[in-house]
Every structure is written in structure tokens, then in C-alpha cells.
């Protein structure tokens, strides 16, 4: 059965999409089998995985209204080494359509059970705003991992997140916990950034990742090729913390 983790960060452009298609590279690297849901109507981690989102036939969208399965929408990305269930601008629409729908935020998790005896891992890229999207990927995974950059309004965003996740959890998923902090974008010789690492290493003790992803333009490089930046340049500092990242998951994971 597959581990499912929502990639969540209320805060936005903290590197949610970056984090979710270059861990699920990382993961196929290490021997996983990995498949990437696209909860954000952008479709940033759809194209990011080499896939075309407007020549999508099924998508995410298709699965969440019951239309179409896990498996029927699926894409495989060849270069990525993944599968991605990809999304467009039609998933706009479903945060509408879903209000008024039976199990609305319950949908996507029937939908990912069907599969998950197929993947080892499955990652969802949720968008910034707690949106009906966000609860549909909340109420079915295992855990959440947050990544976050090393500055004050990120602590801040932080608190909102922690305090959602409760609530989902005392009234909709009573699995769902912090996997763990991921610090990104890091530049170590900032003083406040390490300041602020020093502060979360301190507050949420083991729940903050060992792995520490370094900023990084050819991480910032790699989507404008549709590819993850561990496939881009697999030797740039970046990619390679992105596979001890993913080792370290498989590690964590089975200690859970």
C-alpha cells in the first residue's frame, strides 16, 4: 500500500511544486514507485513533469467528479521516471462543482485506494489556499510535509498551517500528522535564515528534515525545460540534496 503526503504550504511560493516533482524524481531514483497527483489549477507540477497539461484528455478533475479512474487518467512521464495525474484550468471549476456534491472532501481519497496498491509513494501538490482541493488531499493522506524557507513570515504562515492540519485531523482524518519540515531555498549565509532554522529545530525537534535544500538556479531552471531539476542536471547541488531528501523519506517512513 501507498504512503500518501500532501506537499502543503498556506504561504505561497515557498517551492511546494518544486519540492513535490523533484522528491518524486528522487524517490524513482532510489527504486520507488511514485505517482504525482496535481491538486493546483495551475498545473505547474504537470508540466514540470514533462507533461502537456493542455492536451490533457483525463484529468485530476475527471477523477474527483467520478467521471474517470485513477488509472484510466494517469500519465506516465517517461523522463521523470514517475506517473503524474495531471491537472489544468478545468480544475478551477471543480471547487465549485464539489460543494454541493455527497463526500465532497472525500472524493479524491476513494479515487487514490483503488490505486495505491500499485505505488509505493504517492505525492500530492496542493495549492496555497485551504481550498476544497486542499481538504480532498488532506482527508487522504498519511502525513503532510511542509516545506519552508528559512524567514520570519514563514513562521507565521507555519502557525495557520499547524492549526488546519489539527483540525482536519480531530474531524476528518484521524491519521493525517507533520511528516516533517523541509527548509528550501536555504542560504547559510544569511544570519536570519539560520536564526529561523535554529528556531525550528528547536520548537518541532525531529520533525524538521536532516536534508536541507540549498538555493539553487538550476532548480529554478528545470521547469522551463518540463523536467524536475534532478533530471535536469542530476550533478547541481540541488538535485543531489533532492535524492538525499528522498532517501531520507524512505528511511523516516519506515520507522513510522
Same mark, same amino acid.
Given at each position: 500500500m501507498a504512503k500518501i503526503?500532501?506537499?502543503?504550504?498556506?504561504?505561497?511560493?515557498?517551492?511546494?511544486?518544486?519540492?513535490t516533482v523533484n522528491l518524486a524524481a528522487g524517490l524513482a531514483k532510489v527504486g520507488q514507485r511514485v505517482l504525482v497527483v496535481d491538486?493546483?489549477?495551475?498545473?505547474?507540477?504537470?508540466?514540470?513533469?514533462?507533461?502537456?497539461?493542455?492536451?490533457?484528455?483525463?484529468?485530476?478533475?475527471?477523477?474527483?467528479?467520478? $467521471?474517470?479512474? +485513477?488509472?484510466?487518467? #494517469? %500519465?506516465?512521464?517517461?523522463?521523470?521516471?514517475?506517473d503524474v495525474l495531471g491537472a489544468n484550468r478545468e480544475l478551477a471549476g471543480a471547487e465549485v462543482e464539489l460543494v454541493e456534491l455527497e463526500r465532497r472532501e472525500r472524493?479524491?481519497?476513494?479515487?487514490?485506494?483503488?490505486?495505491?496498491?500499485?505505488?509505493?509513494?504517492?505525492?500530492?501538490?496542493c495549492p496555497p489556499s485551504l481550498s476544497m482541493l486542499t481538504l480532498n488531499g488532506l482527508c487522504c493522506a498519511h502525513g503532510?510535509?511542509?516545506?519552508?524557507?528559512?524567514?520570519?513570515?514563514?513562521?507565521?504562515?507555519? $502557525?495557520?498551517? +499547524?492549526?488546519?492540519? #489539527? %483540525?482536519?485531523h480531530a474531524?476528518?482524518?484521524?491519521?493525517l500528522q507533520i511528516i516533517g519540515l523541509l527548509r528550501v531555498m536555504f542560504d547559510p549565509r544569511i544570519t536570519l535564515q539560520n536564526q529561523v532554522s535554529d528556531q525550528l529545530?528547536?520548537?518541532?525537534?525531529?520533525?524538521?528534515?536532516d536534508t536541507v535544500i540549498p538555493r539553487n538556479v538550476r532548480l529554478a531552471e528545470a521547469p522551463s525545460y518540463g523536467l524536475p531539476g534532478v533530471v535536469f542536471d542530476p550533478s547541481s547541488k540541488g538535485a543531489q540534496a533532492f535524492v538525499d531528501f528522498a532517501r531520507e523519506m524512505v528511511r523516516r517512513i519506515a520507522t513510522m
Open positions: 503526503f500532501c506537499v502543503a504550504n498556506q504561504k505561497g511560493g515557498v517551492g511546494k511544486t518544486t519540492t491538486l493546483d489549477p495551475q498545473g505547474n507540477a504537470t508540466m514540470g513533469s514533462g507533461i502537456d497539461k493542455r492536451a490533457l484528455e483525463l484529468s485530476v478533475y475527471d477523477v474527483l467528479l467520478e $467521471s474517470a479512474s +485513477v488509472a484510466e487518467a #494517469k %500519465q506516465h512521464s517517461e523522463k521523470a521516471g514517475y472524493r479524491l481519497k476513494t479515487a487514490l485506494a483503488a490505486a495505491s496498491a500499485d505505488y509505493d509513494f504517492i505525492l500530492i501538490d503532510v510535509v511542509v516545506p519552508m524557507q528559512c524567514e520570519y513570515f514563514a513562521l507565521e504562515g507555519l $502557525s495557520d498551517l +499547524v492549526n488546519t492540519i #489539527k %483540525q482536519v474531524n476528518l482524518n484521524a491519521d529545530k528547536a520548537h518541532f525537534g525531529d520533525k524538521v528534515f
